[in-house]
């Protein structure tokens, strides 16, 4: 039994999720290491603030009223009849992403108590949610109906990416529906698809969700055309691309990371440990340009001091404003300052 996502009210034909999938406990985007075990549904930190706050009772209440680790009959007729969702996911280290997903009322297709199973039609090419489930395999479903009956329903569990050939090999045990959807060609046919087995479901209350007019449009399923797409919608084509990627701070973070790398050849130089590098990685830092010369030991002065590293000591930064006037001219030779920081790590 998960002690960490576990329901109040069991579905009988439910089986525990297999052992060893996500992250080490403590570790970044893992789980939190449990010091008590608890049969509530939740996190730690949700409990936390449930006693911080004095809500365990209303939270209590909602677990056990609510909360379930499987699809009731309602939720299955609910979710066959949708047209769109949100879709949480989030890499190995955490970080998080949430794309919505569209399709014909009963695209999320619902096979029995336990899973469901979506397709994934041409998109932006990114594959941020795939990419993501790839490397962790929670995920977060946020089903809401605006049209009709004004309320939600949230589905949390583990997914795995599925091609359609895998699915066609299963062809006699596959509803009829997620056939007709295996049988289009063009545009319209799933360039994958998602199953999600369900660990958690519960309901997004009405409060305070808008009752909406649906409105007519036609709809190009997998266009390219930008105007059909309002690709430009934010007008992003005016900013210009050394801004996009960061500007002058961009450029701050890379000459801060390229004085580190030249201090640090520079200790090295001076304690005798640059023997002690490995032969690959001097003849890399070699290749590398400006930055690969800062390795080569025969450019220290007698002194056994780095002129550039002694010049940048001095204060001298006119260097950096080179730098930023060419990073102006040519942005394209930049890295992401993403990236650049990442690289540091």
Request: aromatic residues 6%; glycine residues 10%.
């Amino acid at each position: 039994m998960n002690l960490h996502r576990v329901s109040l009210v069991d579905s009988p034909a439910s089986n525990p999720p297999p052992s060893g999938v996500g992250h080490p406990p403590g570790q970044r985007g893992g789980p939190v290491k449990l010091k008590t075990p608890s049969l509530l549904p939740g996190s730690d930190g949700e409990h936390a603030l449930q006693a911080k706050y004095a809500s365990e009772d209303r939270a209590n209440t909602f677990y056990a009223r609510q909360v379930l680790n499987f699809l009731a009959p309602r939720m299955r007729e609910f979710i066959s009849r949708q047209e769109f969702m949100f879709v949480g996911t989030a890499d190995r280290h955490g970080e998080c992403d949430c794309s919505p997903r569209f399709g014909e009322p009963g695209f999320i297709h619902v096979l029995g108590n336990k899973h469901l199973l979506y397709p994934e039609y041409r998109g932006n090419g990114v594959f941020a949610s795939l990419g993501n489930i790839s490397e962790n395999p929670h995920i977060a479903l946020l089903i809401l109906d605006f049209y009709r009956d004004s309320v939600g329903l949230h589905v949390n569990g583990k997914a795995r990416i599925a091609q359609s050939d895998e699915l066609e090999a299963f062809a006699d045990k596959l509803p009829k529906d997620v056939l007709a959807e295996l049988a289009k060609d063009g545009k319209r046919r799933p360039n994958g698809w998602v199953m999600v087995e369900v660990e958690e479901a519960y309901i997004q209350c009405s409060k305070h969700i808008p009752l909406l007019k649906k409105l007519e449009r036609p709809i190009d399923w997998g266009t390219d055309s930008v105007a059909a797409k309002k690709g430009d919608y934010f007008q992003l084509k005016d900013i210009p691309l050394y801004d996009r990627i960061g500007g002058d701070q961009a450029m701050d973070i890379a000459v801060d990371l390229f004085h580190r790398k030249l201090l640090q050849a520079e200790i090295l130089s001076r304690h005798g440990l640059w023997r002690s590098v490995p032969v690959q990685r001097r003849r890399a830092g070699q290749q590398n340009g400006a930055g690969g010369a800062a390795f080569r030991p025969d450019i220290r002065d007698p002194q056994g001091n780095s002129g550039r590293a002694e010049d940048r000591r001095r204060g001298d930064r006119r260097g950096d404003a080179g730098h930023r006037d060419h990073a102006r001219s040519h942005p394209e030779s930049l890295r992401s300052p993403v990236l650049a920081v990442r690289s540091a790590s």
